[in-house]
């Protein structure tokens, strides 16, 4: 069935490093692929996304590539800063067959001051 | 104020008490989902809706009943629920499909 895998599941970094988050999914007819981020007891938050015919995107300090011929994409966040700290959540929304939306199983980003 | 809501927000109950917990968004989204949250297991898609009386199954939707009878409202049902479906609840809503998700502030549920 469908699946995203997401990489590493916990992330550690000093203040002002940058963190990478890579995300791989299996349907190729996927054409939508948000991040999202949680804070401790928290709801899910949008923090950037990125469609299948566009290559990157970028917010700020926050960028989302996108490589659909080795289905693959990758949340990248530039000095980094404590309130950058929590789980980072890929997902990949697939447009047709149906209209699931498939998750990672998210990535715990530690920022250490 | 834009929002998705849900209730209730804790739950206790016991093995095969039918429950539901109500989801409403006011944002006039068409698409709808509930997800599960278990410890390294991400977000799974239990249902979802595309839009009143369009239901769909997602990953894990088994033990599981929802309704679309109005676009504001999807509440989720569980008919007998069994302790493995403590979890942690979240609805969520979209335009469509391909859009920004919103998510409601969860509901935590413990079936004993």
């Known amino acids: 069935g469908e699946n995203v895998e997401q990489h590493p599941s916990t992330l550690s970094v000093q203040e002002g490093d940058s963190a990478v988050i890579k995300c791989t999914y299996s349907?190729?007819?996927?054409?939508?692929f948000p991040w999202y981020k949680q804070e401790l007891g928290k709801r899910p938050q949008l923090i950037i996304d990125?469609?299948?015919?566009?290559g990157e995107k970028k917010d700020q300090r926050i960028a989302v590539t996108l490589n659909k011929t080795a289905k693959h994409f990758s949340l990248h966040i530039t000095e980094t800063q404590p309130e950058d700290s929590a789980v980072y959540f890929c997902?990949?929304?697939?447009?047709?067959?149906?209209?699931?939306?498939?998750f990672g199983a998210g990535t715990r980003l530690f920022v250490k001051a | 104020e834009a929002q998705v809501t849900q209730n209730p927000r804790y739950l206790i109950t016991v093995t095969g008490k039918k429950l539901t917990v109500t989801c409403s968004q006011n944002?006039?989204?068409?698409?709808m989902s509930w997800y599960r949250q278990d410890p390294g297991l991400g977000l799974r898609q239990i249902y979802y809706s595309m839009n009143v009386e369009v239901t769909d199954k997602g990953d894990v939707p088994e033990g599981y009943k929802v309704s679309r009878k109005e676009k504001r409202n999807f509440p989720l049902i569980l008919e007998s629920p069994s302790p493995n479906q403590t979890s942690l609840y979240f609805c969520a809503s979209s335009p469509t499909s391909e859009e920004t998700q919103y998510f409601g502030p969860g509901t935590r549920l413990l079936v004993l």
């Open positions: 997902a990949a929304s697939l447009g047709t067959g149906g209209f699931k939306t498939i």
């Open positions: 990125i469609r299948s015919n566009v």
């Open positions: 349907d190729s007819a996927s054409n939508y």
């Open positions: 944002m006039n989204h068409e698409y």
